[in-house]
């Protein structure tokens, strides 16, 4: 592991002040992730179309009492990106690389926070370290299965289009600049911020395959892994939990 400083725009400094460490995983690529403060830890697990830079500010807060864990999935933010046939890019292999990093970092005791894809994954990788697990913020994510999908995100998911759309237009993660706020707009450089590691059909791979690997059916690949965290899910009833919840969320809306 070894702290690189990103490669990006210096107007963003003050915004993510942060040096990232990189641990390479059994799957063969580098993960980048945050390693800020000390004492208890915190472990800040991001979604889609984000990456480490949406817990910024909470890292900023917290980093003067906790040590604050703040990874990239792989193919997202500073992270390796793989193409298509170079990553399995399903639920279960997220699990397992959010787990390595993890276990990697001699961590007893943590706390989690997930939004997202991040409530899966994250939910996921500390349901199998139950006993490590104190504390859950849960921001607007899901960890169990559903039959129903917002129209907007069936979208992204239709043959041939939705590909062109996600990763050939960036009809994800740009729209995530202005359809994820509502009370003020997002500055100009936080928006190229956010989309800083999208760009290009290459590194929106994940992108789009994080929308594929939302699973509808038994039929779907990570159906098994979700119905077990979903299965697992009682057992947060032994921790304290705590939930914020937006309200305008077109996709996680209660």
């Known amino acids: 592991m070894s702290g690189i400083k990103p490669n990006f725009p210096s107007e963003w400094a003050d915004e993510y002040p942060f040096l990232p460490q990189y641990k390479s995983l059994a799957c063969g690529h580098a993960m980048s992730y945050l390693d800020e403060g000390e004492g208890h830890a915190v472990i800040m697990v991001h979604g889609n179309p984000t990456w480490s830079f949406y817990y910024r500010n909470v890292v900023k807060t917290l980093s003067d009492r906790y040590r604050c864990i703040v990874p990239d999935h792989i ?25 390595e990093l993890v276990d990697s970092l001699g961590i007893e005791r943590f706390d989690l926070v997930v939004h997202d894809w991040g409530g899966a994954i994250g939910l996921g990788m500390a349901l199998r370290r139950f006993d490590k697990l104190r504390r859950v913020m849960i921001l607007n994510t899901a960890a169990f299965t559903d ?21 050939g237009l960036n009809g994800f993660a740009w729209p995530a600049t202005w359809m994820a706020v509502s009370k003020r707009k997002l500055p100009k450089a936080i928006k190229k911020a956010f989309l800083f590691p999208y760009a290009g059909w290459h590194n929106r ?50």
């Open 147 to 167: 039959d129903r999908i917002p129209k907007r995100i069936a979208m992204c998911r239709w043959p041939f289009i939705g590909k062109f759309l996600v990763q």
């Open 205 to 254: 791979t994940a992108v789009y395959r994080f929308v594929k690997d939302i699973p509808m059916d038994e039929l779907h690949p990570s159906w098994a892994t979700l119905k077990a965290v979903e299965k697992d899910l009682p057992r947060l009833r032994e921790r304290d939990v705590a939930i914020m919840w937006g309200g305008q969320d077109f996709c996680f809306n209660g």
């Open 75 to 99: 193919g997202c933010g500073l992270s390796d990106k793989p193409g298509e046939d170079e990553y399995a890019f399903t639920l279960e292999q997220r699990i397992q690389d959010l787990g």
